[in-house]
């Protein structure tokens, strides 16, 4: 709360500053540095509070890698290739020296203990699809912000009641993000004096995607409320950035583009198009993942394939919905012209 103000007065006297364009939202030269602030507060809490065992000091090391690829793109602007390079070393020191990943898919289609060489390529996948989710939900006021508020304390929550000597101080890392983000989001609801920046995002999304990790092996060592159905229930707390990164790949890829092509046709967008304002769009996609949360717990005993099959059902739906709205809309679009 006390960093932002002066990263927005430094930014605007260094020119700094993210200037609107064909594909974003605001409309006012604003700074994106508010990930500077968030990783500072984080850092500094986590640093000073918590016990740094079983992979949380090299979590730190990944987070400060992925700060300065951040901070780069935020400053000169960077390709995909090198910022899949940063994560790709992030994502190598959990994974190798610290034996952060996924060992087993709780008997999911049958499979429970993973071969190493599989383990290794399904958390590398995992990371870097939840980094980049978190890093494309990034595009209204104070959204990325709420959806890594509500995950990580959903993750926070299971870390303290149930984490043990293996896995209580994930607990730590859940608080001092969550602390992070609201002194951040103080500043960065509509309409937003700072935006988080890749800086932010892609620390956020890789904090998020360790707890996720450490969440489902959680159910598969400890044998948390959720025991086997674990990694269905993780599918359902990041609900909200997995949906709207794969139905945006899946669009971008159908009509012959890259996925990382950016375009507005991120769910945000198209809920925006409908007539909700940035705050209830903010808002809805909250209360949205909120939903989704509170059933995959409290049915978590139907197993993970039966959760996995109600949220891929609910993805269906929601697309067909925002596509036939979206074809609506452009149909009244060309007949008022």
Request: glycine share 10%; charged share 10%.
């Amino acid at each position: 709360m006390f960093a932002v103000p002066s990263i927005v007065f430094i930014a605007h006297l260094k020119n700094l500053l993210d200037t609107p364009n064909g594909r974003t939202v605001h409309q006012s030269l604003t700074p994106r540095l508010g990930g500077v602030a968030v990783f500072a507060g984080f850092m500094s809490a986590l640093t000073i509070f918590a016990p740094l065992g079983n992979g949380v000091k090299e979590l730190l090391a990944g987070c400060i890698i992925l700060f300065f690829v951040g901070l780069k793109d935020d400053l000169v602007s960077i390709s995909v290739a090198k910022k899949f390079v940063g994560q790709l070393l992030a994502t190598g020191v959990v994974m190798i020296m610290a034996d952060v990943r996924v060992t087993s898919f709780q008997g999911i289609l049958g499979i429970y203990e993973l071969p190493v060489g599989l383990s290794y390529a399904f958390t590398f996948v995992m990371i870097v699809g939840v980094t980049n989710a978190i890093n494309l939900i990034d595009g209204l006021d104070g959204l990325a912000g709420t959806i890594v508020l509500i995950t990580s304390g959903t993750f926070g929550y299971y870390f303290y009641r149930y984490g043990g000597p293996m896995f209580s101080n994930y607990a730590f890392v859940s608080v001092c993000l969550i602390g992070g983000i609201l002194g951040f989001l103080r500043y960065n609801f509509h309409r937003a004096s700072i935006f988080m920046g890749d800086t932010g995002s892609l620390v956020c999304g890789f904090i998020v995607s360790i707890l996720a990790i450490q969440f489902i092996e959680l159910g598969n060592k400890t044998g948390q409320p959720f025991s086997s159905a674990a990694p269905a229930v993780t599918l359902g707390v990041l609900f909200v950035p997995l949906f709207d990164t794969m139905r945006v790949f899946i669009l971008r890829m159908a009509a012959g583009h890259s996925p990382f092509s950016p375009d507005k046709n991120h769910i945000h967008h198209r809920i925006l198009a409908m007539g909700f304002s940035q705050i209830s769009t903010v808002l809805l996609l909250g209360l949205l993942n909120v939903v989704v949360i509170l059933v995959v717990i409290n049915f978590s005993g139907l197993g993970n394939l039966l959760l996995m099959g109600i949220l891929a059902a609910v993805s269906i739906v929601l697309s067909v919905f925002l596509g036939v709205y979206q074809s609506r809309a452009a149909r009244r679009q060309v007949a008022s012209s």
